[in-house]
């Protein structure tokens, strides 16, 4: 970036608290506006709800009210809350089907960059683009929120697409994840049942997503390695980058002339070839590599001319470690063989447990999931719902679900609403446990299987050789001072804080009334000693004020429990 778009968006440490202070009066205005102004009053003046009733008022809709009204002021609010908006909308481990819906809906466009401030930004890059480029269109063939393309023609004849990125948004969304992690920690300091989603953790996902969207050498960096790991799949291209003349605000990319997949006759051999192709690449990105592109679209996979498939926008890559690869993949085996035990393992072994699991009540949960959808052929089953079907039966039991998986499985299903259009009759589970076979088979004859055996028998090894002495330790312990029970200090106890509470107040009532006969005694025989005692008193006051603030800020957390029934929502939401 240039000196002079880098004057532009610099801000002092005076001018960030200003530039907060002026986005966060934006933002109330919008909420307001659309009826959450209760909550502005929580983050502005670090007030909290007093009751649940109080928070009903906030949303005072029903549920397929609320979910349009909240699409519609993230829209108002801007670039980052739609990115926010959009990556919720993959989260339907989090949210209810209605309003990942209505997230999906949210447009990622926005009004076109005239053409005078394209050609700043490139001679900014450049210090003259026309030495790069022979010719580049001033109408873009796609305007979003943080970026717009452009066709252009460089100087050695080759046709590309410039991604150009808007200037200005480094201050905007600094600023508002700085107000989202204001939000998300109001929000958990108030509701007891939101901690299961862990706000400020999401919020710091999408700050590290966002921040890597915005520096285009990471899609550039994306597309060469799947460039580099997938050159064996004849039927898949991609945009080849030019590095030389990419910049961190610029990616430049060979143009791939094509039409969207859609556009193909379905139910032919061509279709079925090219569905057994995207098929076999997705597979080998979710378990074989653990790259994988995370948002294949329609809109991103193009049919070429040639019969090939092309796929673009790269910006969005979800990863799997080896341990998730193989979780994911005997996941999928347990499916197809109908292995109850085995997949209520693996959900508890892929996610995290926020209360104690018992493994039994999980099982029939997953039994009853597969029996609804076993009972027609698997060829038929809605993938979609099935997959969501599961996560919600970890969301029931506390589990929460990785955002990796939840990633892959968003991609899968993605992946399947094509294939389906392509090829109506694949037996997409069926097909991909057959994948998960030769994978696992493959791994057995290259000897993964035994480092997999070793890594296991020395951790149990480990285990064995320990245990002893634990259980010693423990029987010493019975023996000797017994077992102690720890209370967290942070426990509430209602009748201890009104206690504490009514206790402040009348020892800050008797100080208030020896100060004042103090300084009625010695105001006229000892001016220095009076004030000596005045600043005293003064400071003890402040102390007992701030130890009866504290214990405000630390009172109980109310349960929303009952102003969703009142709603008349469903509680496996929360």
């Not at 109001?186 to 989603?197: G, K, M, P, Q, V």
């Not at 997949?261 to 569905?275: R, S």
């Not at 005692?533 to 009172?555: A, E």
Request: aromatic fraction near 8%.
């Amino acid at each position: 970036m240039s000196s002079s778009l880098k004057k532009k968006e610099s801000i002092s440490g005076f001018g960030v608290v200003i530039h907060d202070m002026q986005r966060f009066a934006t933002i109330a205005n919008v909420l307001r506006k659309f009826g959450f102004g209760n909550i502005v009053r929580v983050i502005r003046d670090g007030a909290q709800f007093e009751s649940s009733s109080e928070l009903l008022n906030t949303f005072n809709d029903s549920s397929d009210d609320l979910a349009p009204k909240i699409r519609a002021t993230i829209e108002e609010l801007g670039t980052t809350y739609i990115k926010f908006g959009q990556m919720l909308s993959t989260r339907y481990d989090l949210l209810p089907p209605n309003f990942v819906k209505e997230l999906e809906k949210l447009q990622d466009s926005s009004p076109k960059m005239d053409f005078e401030t394209v050609e700043g930004i490139l001679n900014d890059a450049y210090e003259d683009y026309h030495k790069v480029f022979e010719t580049i269109e001033e109408d873009p063939i796609g305007a979003a929120s943080i970026a717009q393309v452009h066709r252009a023609v460089l100087k050695n004849g080759d046709h590309v697409v410039v991604k150009i990125q808007r200037p200005g948004l480094l201050p905007l969304i600094r600023s508002d994840i700085d107000i989202l992690n204001v939000i998300a920690k109001a929000l958990d300091s108030n509701i007891e049942e939101i901690s299961y989603f862990d706000l400020p953790a999401l919020i710091a996902e999408f700050e590290r997503s966002i921040i890597a969207e915005l520096d285009f050498k990471n899609e550039m960096q994306n597309i060469e390695y799947f460039i580099e790991h997938y050159s064996d799949h004849q039927m898949i291209v991609f945009p080849t980058p030019y590095p030389d003349i990419s910049r961190h605000n610029i990616l430049v990319m060979r143009e791939l002339l094509g039409q969207k997949i859609t556009t193909v006759t379905p139910d032919t051999e061509k279709a079925h070839e090219m569905a057994d192709a995207i098929l076999n690449i997705a597979f080998d990105m979710v378990f074989k590599e653990g790259v994988f592109h995370a948002d294949p679209h329609p809109g991103n996979v193009f049919a070429m001319p040639d019969g090939k498939i092309g796929l673009l926008d790269f910006g969005l890559v979800g990863k799997f470690s080896v341990q998730q690869r193989s979780e994911f993949t005997h996941l999928i085996m347990g499916v197809h063989f109908g292995d109850c035990r085995a997949i209520a393992r693996i959900l508890l072994s892929l996610g995290h447990p926020t209360k104690r699991v018992i493994l039994k009540d999980l099982e029939a949960e997953i039994s009853t999931i597969l029996q609804k959808y076993y009972v027609t052929s698997l060829k038929k089953i809605d993938v979609a719902a099935f997959a969501a079907e599961f996560v919600a039966a970890g969301q029931k039991f506390a589990v929460q679900i990785p955002s990796e998986f939840t990633n892959a499985v968003r991609a899968l299903i993605n992946v399947e609403g094509i294939i389906q259009y392509l090829n109506p009759n694949l037996d997409i589970v069926k097909t991909l446990a057959q994948f998960a076979e030769k994978l696992f088979l493959g791994n057995v004859q290259s000897g993964n299987l035994m480092n997999v055996a070793l890594r296991s028998g020395l951790s149990l090894s480990e285990f064995c050789s320990s245990a002893p002495s634990q259980i010693t330790q423990i029987m010493q312990d019975l023996e000797h001072d017994g077992l102690s029970v720890r209370i967290p200090d942070n426990i509430n106890n209602p009748m201890l804080n009104g206690l504490n509470s009514m206790t402040t107040r009348l020892c800050l009532s008797l100080m208030l009334i020896g100060l004042t006969i103090a300084l009625a005694l010695i105001s006229g025989k000892h001016p220095v000693l009076f004030d000596i005692v005045f600043i005293l008193d003064l400071l003890w006051c402040i102390v007992l004020v701030s130890w009866h603030i504290q214990l405000r800020t630390n009172r109980a957390k109310f349960r929303i429990n009952p102003m969703l029934k009142r709603m008349k929502r469903r509680k496996k939401w929360f």
